[in-house]
């Protein structure tokens, strides 16, 4: 497939320890607190161990797309609402001069 159907190519920075992955951390983190959940209860709740939801949560590691699923679910939150938000957080970041 040629680039020129798909529009103009945009550099992927690694994301392991952007600013957006850690808005993305923060807003899981405060999913878990306002939940009134530990690290531990998150991850019984996921069936692994503690150290699971550190990494992530410390920045160690990344979620893929099915982890991230299940950890919205296991936090009560919408997916699709907190990936909104980050675009839209991107998005106002972006269109600053």
Aim: net charge positive.
């Amino acid at each position: 497939m040629s680039r020129f159907l798909l529009g103009p190519v945009r550099l992927m920075p690694k994301s392991l320890r952007s600013a957006r992955q850690r808005r993305l951390l923060q807003r899981l983190i405060a999913a878990r607190k306002t939940k009134g959940a530990t690290q531990a209860q998150v991850a019984d709740m996921l069936g692994r161990p503690q150290s699971f939801v550190a990494k992530y949560e410390g920045g160690e590691r990344r979620l893929d797309v099915i982890e991230f699923l299940d950890v919205a679910e296991a936090l009560g939150i919408d997916p699709c609402e907190l990936l909104a938000q980050l675009r839209r957080a991107r998005d106002l970041h972006d269109s600053r001069p």
